[in-house]
């Protein structure tokens, strides 16, 4: 039995009369990078955000290690190991860099605001090293000098690196990325990706993602899975998924699917 | 000939007709005719004057610099200037030529005989008067436009003068109080008269700010660039020394500035304590509170009914003596975060314009509460709370067994306005008027200083900040949005307990209709001027927008009027507030190696390097 940090079981999300998410079952295994991919409303997003405490699921139940997540707010989840990213970037705009990296350590932090007004010797030796951290942080990530920047001043690529700064700043055990690569230059993503792979070879950081740059997928992922109307439609290794007909045909409509069939 | 070099006539018409709805709209509403009571500069110009003459002159000197900088014929743009001086003249002039015929008064009560000889420059017949009016106005947007031309290094020092000569002269009937102390009568008589500049002082001033600041433009680069060139410690130094000026300056300030003026600085002070307070909830954590009032209420009632000496007070009510003005600060204090507590729970759920209507309820909640039979038998209903006592210290002359020179102590520095104040201050501690109260003000907004930044640079105030920029990303790096929300609503309701408990001490007796709406929107335009969640910025905004209204008392009427035209004027040309809030450089402060990337070059995309490099 493999050791999932992360079990979905029978989960629903439901918009109305729509159902977004439709008795998925999923399995994370601990210290692996999956992708969930899927056409444009498929419902991956919406995993991610019943996931994360951003929607309470309506039936199922997830588990996060020994944690249930249902009835739990973001910052609680937050706060248990998990980070996430924005598909639309979403950052503290009027906010300097090295700052959002120190919002980022939240769930770490344990000074308070009589702390900061007193200026008590805890609260000091607190702030220092969580400037200390969010400079290393900021070299990480690779925006070492560009710290003391609004966050909406700095270009595209940075900003998603600079997320990807603060999702780590809380030290997760699990990191959701939503669609990382979104926007970038074949040369930018092939520089992400390797980020993301060293994310987890070097932090041990679990990765889930959804992406729909398909190197990136097949590149990196160890499992894919596919969403269709919010179902699992298929899952298995980069090359099962890509030869997978049903998934051919969710992406390119039967006609498509049979042709490739024929081709093959 | 291209199109665009044509000489465009209904451009200059436009703007001209846009200049002119402001001595239309004023003379209607009884701007004009208020503010021409008040001289500027002595049998020279009234404020009235300027509003009619001020908008052509701008006018004429934005069509002008527009005109050039489209690279059109200057000449072009000089008669362009003129037309739209002329132009706006025109609605003012209708509107003599409309009351000549049918009297506009039934419907504008202000549009009397008295403002018809303002606009007629005092002539008796109308069409010489308006001939007048038509040319003055023309002539303001050729003048405009002739500014304009002025090259920059010696036009900024122009305008700077103009302003600090119409704000001196405003501020003349102030400047005498000031003066009065340290130079004679008939010397005073040569600079002010009555409440305006005579125009010898006027002149002096003008050439003398202009000189300064002309001599500043050329010669300040190499003044800074020898100040930066000095060595750290000389630095610390020099910034030690103005520090230390500065303070003293603010220490002897109500005694320099005389009673009124006190008054004035004390309100100003209220406001600045509220207005940093406020702050932490509008300006940090983005909650819009409009009603800021209830925390003042509740902290000048918590006050009231604690230390009055009437009826009302506790102290009558137990048979005890009332507790005194320096227990109450902390208590009113506390009250005050409490309702602010009290009053986020309903609210938590509220984003924006939904938060902001219900807070705006709580502001009138509690004047109602206030007004209310029901409180009546606690806190006096419409007749409020009486016999306030001011805040008073151990007499330190009795202490020290002084009570009998005392009063001979205060003999030597008698003569001497301002020794004689503090002395007698220090001697026996009774705040008992402005200027002794001022340092109590000038304590608590210290202090309230010294929390506001702390917070500000802490774990608490960045909490707030994330919340403001992005709720749900703030929620998403672990913020506990619900109780970051409210304690940004007790935290910044304590400041407004303390201003209320201060005042109430101050003015000794406190009604419901002190704590009306309109204290809510001066403590929240003060922060959108000064520049929202900057702290110098609401220092500045509570001096521009409490300070100059309680000066130019011809303002007060209009006040709203102004307040509205001032955002507006704000959001447009300086949305970041007057004194935006600078950004606090953390990476560069330890990381000193690395010089700071180039703006310039940050523009262009810079290529990507390879993240293995990064390493740590």
Known sequence: MTDNILVAEKVVKRFGGLVAVDHLDYELPRGS??????????????????????????????????????????????????ARTFQNIRLFSNMTAIENIMVGQEPHLHSNWIGAIVGSPGTRHEEKLVEEEARRLLRFVGLRGKGDMLAKNLPYGDQRRLEIARALASKPKLLLLDEPTAGMNPAETLQTTNFIRRLRDELGITILLIEHDMKVVMGISEKVTVLDYGKKLAEGTPEEIQNDPRVIEAYLGRGAAQLMAEAA | MSATKRFDLRYFIRAGLLAGIVPLY??????????????????????????????????????????RREGKNPFLALVGALIAGFVASLPTVLLILVNDRIPLRDMFVNVNPALMEILLVGQEQMAQGAFILMSVLAVSGLLGAVVSFIPYRFRRPLVIALVVVILSGLLSEFIKQVLQQFIERGALKQIVQGKSLTTKAAAAIF?????????????????????????????????????????IFLLILPWVLGPYLSEVIDNVGLYIIMGLGLNIAVGWAGLLDL??????????????????????????RLGTDPLGFWIIIPISILAAMFTGFVLALPVLRMRGDYLAIATLGFGEIIRLLALSDWLKPYIGGAQ?????????????????????????????????????????????GQFSGPQELYYIIFVGALFVLFVATRLNNSRTGRQWMAMREDEDAASSVGINTTTAKVLAF????????????????????????????????NVLSLIIIGGMGSIPGIVVGSLALIGLPELLREFAEFRLL????????????????????PVIRREMAADEEEPPPDMGEMQTSQPMRPLSEASD
Not at chain 2, 26 to 42: D, L, P, Q
Not at chain 2, 400 to 416: C, F, M, S, T, V
């Open chain 2, 490 to 521: 007790t935290v910044s309701a304590a400041s407004g307990g303390m201003a209320g408990a201060i005042f109430a001490s101050k003015v000794g007796t406190i009604f419901p209709n002190s704590f009306n709406l309109l204290v809510s929107i």
């Open chain 2, 26 to 67: 004023t003379s209607v509403i009884g701007m004009v005719e208020v503010f021409n009571k008040r001289e500027v500069v002595k049998g020279m110009l009234t404020l009235g004057e300027m509003l009619v003459i001020f908008p052509s002159l701008v006018v004429g000197y934005l069509v002008a610099l527009k005109w």
């Open chain 1, 33 to 82: 990078i999956c992708s969930i991919i899927g056409p444009n409303g498929a419902g991956k997003t919406t995993f991610f955000n019943c996931l994360t405490g951003f929607y309470s699921i309506d039936e199922g139940h997830v588990h996060f290690e020994n944690y249930s997540l249902e009835g739990l707010e973001p910052f609680q989840v937050t706060r248990l190991g998990i």
């Open chain 2, 207 to 247: 050439v003398v700010t202009y000189l300064t600041t002309l001599f500043w433009d050329v010669k300040g680069q190499a003044i800074r660039t020898r100040y930066n060139a000095m060595p750290a410690s000389r630095k610390k130094q020099a910034g030690r020394l103005w520090k230390t000026m500065f303070g």
């Open chain 2, 562 to 581: 102004l307040y509205g035209a001032l955002l507006v004027v704000m959001m447009l040309v300086r949305p970041e507030g007057l004194w935006p809030s």
């Open chain 2, 384 to 428: 409020g709370i009486l016999f306030i006592p001011k805040p008073e210290l151990p007499a330190l002359a009795e202490i020290l067994n002084l009570a009998d020179r005392a009063p001979a102590l205060i003999e030597i520095a008698k003569g001497d306005s301002l020794l004689a104040g503090l002395m007698n201050l220090i001697l026996y």
């Open chain 2, 291 to 316: 009603g800021y009032v209830t925390n003042f209420a509740v902290g000048a009632y918590i006050a009231g009914v604690l230390t009055s000496t009437g009826p009302l007070g506790l102290g009558a």
